[in-house]
């Protein structure tokens, strides 16, 4: 089976620009996550949807990140303006079912915030 | 929230050698303890996961082991070759509960392994 897909795999921006990263989950795969991994460190959940809803966003900063999933399949995570702070690789995941069930990551979307 | 700690940041073997990853948590809640290998420009890999009803699994190389009353599990590499070499990440989450399988992960150990 194709695995996740993500693009594009590097951007580079400059601090409050704005940023869309886009994610085509396993086909079938009814649960998305969106992770943010700084260098160095593990990757923390920033949303999760249960086909095109919103199960939890609690650690996303929505003055300046959304995401959406239409049609619960494709999704694309934007942040506007940028922080430096910023700066990190943005991981898609997929899952069938909400509970039990594995996560696949797709490659990541390297962004760096100059 | 859950808080997973894992430990060491690096560890460094000779091929062979056996690598030893441990983990701890603090939601004793959590009943699902996956594995994850990270390489260079990858994202994480599952490599074996455990559930609160198991104490130890293993699949060839590799083996898990939980301890629930101590809240910590670890992973176990035998037989170590240079392409384990890779960053390894456990996590911890509530599978079923309401925190929806969120996966809370560790902070990582970069594992080398010298020929």
């Known amino acids: 089976e194709a695995g996740v897909a993500q693009s594009p795999r590097y951007k580079i921006i400059e601090k409050r620009q704005s940023v869309a990263f886009w994610c085509n989950p396993i086909?079938?795969?009814?649960?998305l996550y969106w992770y943010q991994q700084i260098l160095g460190q593990g990757p923390k959940l920033l949303i999760q949807?249960?086909?095109?809803?919103?199960?939890?966003d609690s650690q996303l900063p929505k003055d300046r990140f959304s995401a959406e999933r239409l049609k619960g399949v494709d999704s694309t995570l934007k942040i506007q303006p940028a922080k430096l702070e910023d700066s990190a690789v943005y991981l898609c995941?997929?899952?069938?079912?909400?509970?039990?069930?594995?996560?696949?990551f797709g490659n990541g979307t390297r962004l760096t915030v100059t | 929230g859950e808080n997973v700690e894992q430990h060491p940041s690096t560890l460094s073997v000779q091929e062979g050698d056996s690598a030893v990853i441990k983990c701890t948590y603090s939601?004793?809640?959590?009943?699902?303890f996956p594995w994850y290998k990270q390489e260079l420009g990858k994202g994480p890999q599952l490599i074996i996961d455990?559930?609160?009803?198991?104490g130890e699994k293993k699949d060839q190389r590799i083996a898990v082991t939980l301890n629930k009353t101590a809240k910590h599990f670890s992973l176990h590499i035998t037989e170590t070759q240079p392409e384990d070499s890779a960053v390894y990440f456990c996590?911890?989450?509530?599978?079923?509960?309401?925190?929806?399988?969120?996966?809370?992960f560790g902070q990582g150990t970069i594992l080398t392994v010298h020929p």
């Open positions: 949807f249960q086909n095109n809803g919103v199960v939890d």
């Open positions: 455990i559930r609160s009803n198991v």
């Open positions: 939601d004793s809640a959590s009943n699902y």
């Open positions: 086909s079938g795969h009814a649960t």
């Open positions: 996590a911890a989450s509530n599978a079923g509960g309401t925190s929806y399988g969120k996966l809370t």
């Open positions: 995941a997929s899952s069938q079912r909400l509970y039990n069930s594995p996560l696949h």
